[in-house]
């Protein structure tokens, strides 16, 4: 079945710099890949995602890669603020309409002032 | 429409005792999905559903764990007999076929003593 690697566990940056999350997945069938932002005692929340026939996608401050040939994908947020202290998840999905999404084991970013 | 809702939101049972957590996805969503989170091992699909049928269930621990879903609102995970080792936070989402953002509820935190 897929498997998703996610990189760092942990990432410390001072507000104003970028952060990037990497992942990478096993099966070359996968179709579809979200990024979900977890906030402490709170719900994953869909920040972005990207479909295997994009290779980026920005919103705002937030953007995605992917690299079908390597197998990864990676997440960019810049100028960072303090809200965006959270633990984030990549996922991947195989699914006809990318329901049975594999996440990855997340990445704790916080942002110092 | 309120959002994926689950209750109990915490729920505090003795080893042994049988466990029932709910959860009503987003009308008109016709995939659901049980997710258990908990710090070593992430975020785990135990079970998802489409159109009220179970899709994939390979990701439910043992025998122990069974999930219903008699209609198209309504769903149940059980765990009977629970273990301290089934503490976690579970979290039910939901998702419409062809439009792939899944919705996660706030979850019920489990503890088992």
């Known amino acids: 079945g897929e498997n998703v690697e996610q990189h760092p566990s942990t990432l410390s940056v001072q507000e104003g710099d970028s952060a990037v999350i990497k992942c990478t997945y096993s099966d070359s069938a996968s179709n579809y890949f979200p990024w979900y932002k977890q906030e402490l005692g709170k719900r994953p929340q869909l920040i972005i995602d990207?479909?295997?026939?994009?290779g980026e996608k920005k919103d705002q401050r937030i953007a995605v890669t992917l690299n079908k040939t390597a197998k990864h994908f990676s997440l960019h947020i810049t100028e960072t603020q303090p809200e965006d202290s959270a633990v984030y998840f990549c996922?991947?999905?195989?699914?006809?309409?990318?329901?049975?999404?594999?996440f990855g084991p997340g990445t704790r970013l916080s942002v110092l002032p | 429409d309120a959002g994926v809702i689950q209750s109990p939101r915490h729920e505090v049972t003795e080893m042994g005792q049988e466990v029932t957590l709910r959860c009503k996805p987003i009308?008109?969503?016709?995939?659901l999905f049980w997710y258990r989170q908990t710090m070593m091992r992430g975020l785990e699909l135990l079970i998802y559903?489409?159109?009220?049928?179970?899709?994939?269930d390979s990701g439910m621990p043992e025998d122990r764990f069974s999930a219903k879903m008699p209609n198209a609102s309504f769903s149940t995970l059980k765990i009977q007999p629970s273990e301290p080792r089934d503490s976690a936070v579970y979290f039910c989402a939901s998702s419409h076929s062809g439009v792939a953002e899944a919705f996660f509820g706030q979850g019920t935190r489990l503890t088992v003593v």
């Open positions: 996922a991947a999905s195989i699914g006809n309409y990318g329901q049975n999404f594999v």
């Open positions: 559903f489409n159109n009220n049928v179970p899709i994939d």
């Open positions: 009308s008109g969503h016709n995939s």
């Open positions: 990207i479909r295997s026939n994009v």
